[in-house]
């Protein structure tokens, strides 16, 4: 059983900077996979950034140059952050997880189906 925690969101400015944190507790194995999703408003659910435990990362086309999806092993800690940010980039945000588990090396989408352990959210709202 694994429990994910974020923390890190707040209301920012367009052009501002946040940094998303998710506190994973349980074991997670030497081999997961870990990632950040998004839901603005009315809207379906989206992948943002992933990453494997070999540091192997995949961003959304949304996101690329301007996020950056971390982990720190030994803390258990889930790291996004999030640069120039856009009103767009407004949602609630979500970590994911599934321990013990690598997806296909060719994996290019950050599908949620593939996590099986999610957290609670965390709410980022970005302002003009």
């Known amino acids: 059983q694994v429990q994910l925690v974020e923390s890190g969101g707040g209301s920012v400015q367009v052009g501002g900077s946040l940094r998303l944190s998710c506190a994973a507790s349980?074991?997670?194995?030497?081999?997961?996979?870990m990632g950040w999703f998004r839901q603005a408003s009315g809207k379906e659910r989206e992948g943002v950034a992933a990453?494997?435990?070999?540091?192997?990362?995949t961003y959304a086309d949304s996101v690329k140059g301007r996020f950056t999806i971390s982990q720190d092993n030994a803390k258990s800690t889930l790291y996004l952050q999030m640069n120039s940010l856009k009103p767009e980039d407004t949602a609630m945000y979500y970590c994911?997880?599934?321990?013990?588990?690598?997806?296909?090396?060719?994996?290019?989408?950050?599908?949620?189906?593939?996590?099986?352990?999610w957290g609670q959210g965390t709410q980022v709202t970005v302002s003009s």
């Open positions: 994911a997880a599934t321990p013990g588990w690598r997806p296909d090396p060719d994996t290019s989408d950050i599908v949620a189906s593939l996590f099986g352990y």
């Open positions: 349980g074991y997670l194995y030497r081999r997961h996979y």
């Open positions: 990453i494997v435990d070999d540091g192997t990362t």
